[in-house]
């Protein structure tokens, strides 16, 4: 049985950052398992905060396996995702982890895939998850157009996508990092 239901959406602005997730985990078409998981939080001892789409159980194994390459890293977000997405790309077992991320620090703000790839958004703003593209879009629309705070826009932004997506519902844990958290 497939089971889906997540959004996440993170706003990386002026050196703050906010990454929010909904709490629904939905399992096939029909039935909500779960109305309260929480699929944000702090790493690396509260300053990165991470998102997960995806298996929960592979998520953690990569946000763990995320958390050593920090520590590896000496705490460089950028260099640490890298790392990440090239093992989890040629390693056999990762390979087969179903999960996507979104990770931030005051500085920098990327999603890994299993693909390999680590995508740096251009605009400061990524969404992953059944509803991503709904909380993308809001949060696209709240950036350009008022002055609101990273966590407010995150907020406001995954509202508007439970309002929209099946899959997404309006329970929402929102962790920050950056300068003014």
């Given at each position: 049985?497939?089971?889906?239901?997540?959004?996440?959406?993170?706003?990386?602005?002026?050196?703050?950052?906010?990454?929010?997730?909904?709490?629904?985990?939905?399992?096939?078409?029909t039935?909500?398992?779960?109305?309260?998981?929480v699929?944000?939080?702090?790493?690396y001892?509260?300053?990165?905060?991470?998102?997960?789409?995806?298996?929960?159980?592979?998520?953690?194994?990569?946000?763990?396996?995320?958390?050593?390459?920090?520590?590896?890293?000496?705490?460089?977000?950028r260099?640490?995702?890298?790392?990440?997405a090239?093992?989890?790309?040629?390693d056999?077992?990762?390979?087969?982890?179903?999960?996507?991320?979104?990770?931030?620090?005051?500085?920098?703000?990327?999603?890994?895939?299993?693909?390999?790839?680590?995508?740096e958004?251009?605009?400061?703003?990524?969404?992953i998850?059944?509803?991503?593209?709904?909380?993308?879009a809001?949060?696209?629309?709240?950036?350009?157009?008022?002055?609101?705070?990273?966590?407010?826009?995150?907020?406001?932004?995954?509202?508007?996508?439970?309002?929209?997506?099946?899959?997404?519902?309006?329970?929402?844990?929102?962790?920050?990092?950056?300068?003014?958290?």
């Amino acid at each position: 049985m497939k089971f889906e239901g997540t959004t996440i959406v993170a706003i990386h602005r002026d050196g703050n950052c906010a990454i929010a997730g909904d709490g629904q985990v939905t399992m096939g078409e029909t039935v909500i398992m779960k109305n309260t998981a929480v699929k944000v939080r702090k790493i690396y001892n509260g300053q990165v905060a991470c998102g997960f789409a995806g298996s929960v159980a592979d998520a953690f194994s990569l946000m763990e396996r995320f958390e050593a390459k920090l520590q590896q890293f000496s705490g460089n977000l950028r260099r640490a995702a890298v790392e990440l997405a090239q093992e989890w790309r040629s390693d056999q077992v990762m390979k087969k982890l179903e999960a996507l991320l979104i990770a931030a620090d005051s500085e920098a703000l990327v999603v890994l895939s299993g693909g390999g790839e680590v995508i740096e958004p251009d605009d400061g703003i990524a969404a992953i998850g059944s509803g991503g593209n709904y909380a993308l879009a809001a949060a696209r629309a709240l950036a350009q157009n008022t002055e609101l705070p990273p966590r407010d826009i995150a907020y406001k932004a995954l509202k508007i996508a439970s309002e929209i997506c099946v899959y997404t519902n309006d329970h929402i844990t929102v962790e920050e990092v950056g300068e003014a958290k």
